[in-house]
């Protein structure tokens, strides 16, 4: 038998919110234009992500096994396109999955600084100066820095190439 009719339930409170439009940028560091060979991490920094899934993409393929918030590889090449994909774990969100901008890598080749040969010089003659340039237009120091003719022998003096340049010692 039913009695009351109609029957009213308790009250049950909705939440409505609003749509979350999902979005990815992403960084290389140190840049898009390295050394042959250098390190790059990738960091994805998402937005309305909640916590995202994560998919490195190379060339517009997936790198596989890449699926954290950073990717680091040394496997570049230039022309090489890098984008991460997400997707949000956000109820609300929009737009998801969500593909960054591509970040399209220059990779330089390493270049071996060249020198003309100085010398022979004579014990207390005066020498020439080192180049701080080589004939391949890398810059660099030497060590030992001066040429030194006090005594019969020989010195080797070694190259070392100011940073931020594709060149090897």
Do not use: R
């Not at 049950?12 to 840049?31: D, E």
């Not at 998402?46 to 517009?60: A, S």
């Not at 330089?108 to 100085?118: C, D, E, G, K, L």
């Amino acid at each position: 038998c039913l009695s009351g009719s109609p029957a009213t339930s308790n009250a049950v409170t909705m939440v409505v919110g609003p749509p979350l439009a999902v979005s990815v940028s992403i960084a290389a560091n140190p840049g898009s234009t390295v050394c042959s060979g250098t390190s790059v991490t990738f960091t994805a920094t998402p937005v309305n992500g909640g916590t995202p899934t994560f998919q490195w993409n190379k060339n517009g393929s997936p790198v596989s096994g890449e699926t954290n918030a950073t990717f680091t590889t040394s496997s570049l090449n230039t022309g090489d396109a890098i984008t991460c994909t997400i997707t949000s774990s956000l109820s609300c969100a929009t737009g998801s999955p969500a593909t960054s901008a591509s970040i399209v890598m220059t990779v330089n080749s390493s270049v071996i600084p060249t020198f003309t040969q100085a010398g022979p010089y004579c014990t207390g003659a005066t020498p020439g100066t080192l180049p701080t340039i080589s004939n391949n237009g890398i810059t660099g120091t030497w060590s030992p820095a001066t040429i030194s003719t006090a005594s019969a022998g020989s010195t080797v003096y070694t190259f070392t190439p100011n940073a931020g340049q594709c060149a090897t010692a």
